[in-house]
């Protein structure tokens, strides 16, 4: 199978997930015994954000606790992150190694929550629930290498598993550098979470295919003549150009794809002039495109360049487009979600399973993994019962704790299975 390709590929059968039954009465006891202590450290994370590509103090953090597991942990030469193997059982040299990977930065923002684990950096917070993420894998070594350690040692099952600690997910960096460390050197399957607060603490979002959209920053800087506010004649008055710019590419790009694919570009961000009687020589804007199909966004990127094109003809100015820091779409493998299915089933019950319809326009760089294997991310929802829960970069954005050790629960049945069964085999 190509890595990526959902369309092909098996679904985890019954016989398959019986596999690992005998094992799920002892996770689900070491997750009691160890719930609350997890809770403690996503809470320290919480009160303890950094920001992308700057996450010492959690790399440390993070190798510390998995050392006191056993598991040694190799940080790569840039300083942030951390990647470590652990095998159970008696796995071969070439089994399928199966990674499980957490996104650890913060966001710049402030966190304006009034709870006694809020961030106590200014400036920054945890507000897209990457220390959540953190603790669950933390919380998946534990269950596992306790787990080893707890049966005799003919029972133990065989897997190798892989646990990456991501830097840099907000700045969508931090994937490519991991993968440019080797850390997806031999692994077969990877699987990801992300809290949703659009989902009531307790349930599990599933989606099959495309989960998230691709990105694309779109960087636009109009040039021209500037010069005295009470005389725009003798300019060619960029801010009236860029305003029309806007305008134009407002209007126009939702007509240039199918109304049935989901597509959004937005500008975020204008930049020009320094007084209010002085038209400027340059403005710059900066916007996003978000599409879920290729062919959809080179439509629209071209459509954008032809649009500057004729703005730029009707008012004499010039017009620059760069298209940067593109991310593709996180494509959910069939066989890897339903692993994440069966194990969210046998955690939460089938009744607490949420099919999740349409992606996300969101981006996230776990898209680059799995353009590399197979893989797949779930929601977890980690939001309080009635009403609106505080959505994902809030500064007051917060999780129901409890699903820190639902989601370790998942994730630990689920790597296991794959692990055991490969997942580039069939039943």
Known sequence: M?????????????????????????????????????????????????????EIQTTKFIADRLTSLGIVPNIPERGVGVVADLRIGSPSEDSPIVAVRADIDALRMQDRK????????????????????????????????????????SEVPSAHLRFIFQAAEETAQGANWMVEDGALHGVSAILGLHVDPMIQAGKAGIRYGVLTAQVDEVLIEVRGKGGHAARPQHTSDPIGTAAMLIAALYQSIPRRADSLTPMVFSVGSIHGGTASNVIPDLVEIAGTLRSTDHRTRDTILGSIRQICTGVSAATGNTIDVTYRSPLGSVINDVTVTSAIEASAIQVLGGENIVLIDRPSMGGEDFAVYTSHVRGAQFRLGCAGPGGQWPLLHSPIFDVIESAIPQGARIMARTALLLAMIGPESAT
Not at 18 to 27: D, G, T, V
Not at 38 to 49: A, D, E, K
């Open 2 to 54: 190509n890595p990526g390709n959902a369309a092909t590929g098996w679904r985890v059968a019954p016989a398959d997930i019986e596999r690992i039954i005998p094992f799920e009465l002892l996770l689900d006891r070491i997750a009691d015994e160890r719930s609350s202590e997890w809770i403690t450290c996503r809470r320290y994370l919480h009160t303890h954000p950094e920001p992308s590509a700057d």
């Open 114 to 153: 009034t709870v006694e684990y809020a961030s106590g950096c200014p400036g920054l917070a945890h507000a897209c629930g990457h220390d959540a993420h953190t603790t669950v894998v933390l919380a998946v070594a534990e269950l596992l290498t306790t787990l080893a350690s707890r049966l005799p040692e």
